[in-house]
């Protein structure tokens, strides 16, 4: 029994220790990022952690958002929304600008996105702040200039920026689809619309008429919103060097209190929530090639190592074939003495068959070697000397205990079979 088990152990423990080895060097390997997020989770070059780590430095406390901004814990108020990857839906717009109005502050820097028809795309929050692309024509990216402004003074010259934005009240050059020749022209827009008022920051231009939006700020209520036509300035790769950090930092610290938090939006750039080491074992198991193959293979060398410790059914048929004639019960008796035998417990099987001579004698089984002695001396007492009762003696003082004598004597005694 200690052998077997004994070396179930040790094949468990060899599967585990393959199973390690085998999940080490499958682990999932790190993988550059392809895709650009402005995230507070990335390090990259793309993400802008060193933005967030900077404002938290200056003294406020920053953190991820990853729910909704409607039907969601409330709107912060200081929110960070960089070039989200999910527009935010209206219900979250209006929220999130009653919010701006109680005297919020919001940085929004909007993805540009073309349509299927050639423009690009104005989201419910840009139609809400009266902002739009403009696609950029010669000399609109030259020439960038620091508007008059609290927030602007003392900055560094301002590095061109990649996009502007115009206000929806002005008229500016959009992409559109031509319907009859079916190719992308570059047309004035006609379009009209209101918003509020947005005081100029960066602005960009070939004449000092005709100038475009870098950045600006809309006062909203009691709050305001920071607008910027790109959220590259801010990135990891460039917030060192570029200007445009320190502008936005500054308006966080003007518009904020150190007891407030700024938050960063990372539901609407496609992050909803925190993957824990289980979640992210469980997608490598059943979520890669490798990682299936693995719990395939672990799968099949258990199911073999538990086979291999189960019986199946009874060792012998509970009829005897016909080409083979049935035990005797003294062949019966024996076969099962040589398993106690091998086992190691003769001594025990000794007494469990004593227990027959124990009934006769109404006492209990005897369970050590002076109890069953006493039995002996108690059944010559009764009924006097006889064979059968020294040949249980003998084969009890036996070493090793001899099972088949003490068989044949206690079946000799209650037989009552003369000796010859």
């Not at 031509?178 to 992308?184: F, L, P």
Request: one cysteine or more; charged letters at 25%; a positive charge.
């Amino acid at each position: 029994m200690n052998r077997a088990r004994s070396r179930t152990i040790m094949w468990v423990t060899a599967i585990a220790l393959v199973a390690g080895l085998a999940a080490f060097f499958t682990r999932p390997e790190g993988r550059a990022a392809t895709d650009v997020k402005r995230s507070f989770f990335r390090t990259t070059p793309d993400g802008v952690a060193a933005l967030a780590r900077g404002i938290a430095r200056l003294g406020r406390p920053t953190a991820p958002r990853i729910t909704p901004l409607a039907d969601a814990e409330p709107v912060p108020d200081a929110l960070v929304l960089l070039s989200p990857s999910v527009v935010p839906s209206p219900a979250e717009v209006h929220a999130l600008l009653e919010r701006v109005r109680a005297g919020g502050t919001l940085v929004y820097a909007p993805l540009l996105v073309p349509t299927v028809f050639g423009t690009l795309r104005v989201t419910p929050l840009m139609d809400s702040l009266g902002i739009a692309f403009r696609l950029p024509q010669e000399g609109d990216l030259e020439d960038p200039q620091w508007a008059p402004h609290a927030l602007t003074e003392g900055l560094p010259a301002p590095d061109p920026p990649r996009r502007v934005l115009r206000r929806l009240t002005e008229r500016g050059l959009v992409a559109r689809r031509d319907a009859e020749r079916g190719d992308i022209q570059v047309v004035e827009d006609t379009s009209e619309a209101s918003g509020p008022p947005l005081e100029d920051l960066l602005t960009t231009g070939p004449s000092e008429d005709r100038r475009w939006i870098g950045a600006g700020l809309t006062p909203l209520g009691d709050g305001r919103v920071l607008v910027l036509s790109d959220a590259q300035s801010l990135s990891n790769a460039r917030a060192a060097e570029n200007p445009l950090a320190p502008l936005v930092i500054r308006a966080l610290l003007a518009h904020t209190t150190p007891a407030d938090t700024v938050f960063f939006d990372e539901f609407h750039q496609g992050i909803r929530g925190y993957d824990s080491t289980a979640r992210r074992w469980a997608g490598f198991v059943l979520g890669t090639p490798r990682g299936r193959t693995l719990l395939h293979v672990l799968t099949a060398a258990f199911v073999a190592l538990a086979c291999a410790g189960l019986r199946f059914g009874s060792p012998m048929t509970s009829v005897a074939p016909p080409d083979r004639e049935r035990r005797s019960p003294l062949e019966h008796v024996s076969a099962l003495g040589d398993l106690y035998e091998k086992a190691g417990a003769a001594r025990a099987a000794a007494f469990l068959l004593l227990a027959r001579l124990a009934r006769t004698a109404r006492r209990p089984p005897p369970r050590d070697l002076s109890e069953a002695e006493t039995l002996v001396r108690e059944l010559e007492a009764r009924r006097g000397a006889h064979p059968s009762l020294a040949s249980i003696r003998r084969g009890l003082r036996a070493d090793p205990v001899d099972l088949t004598m003490i068989a044949a004597g206690i079946d000799d005694h209650l037989a009552k079979r003369p000796t010859p």
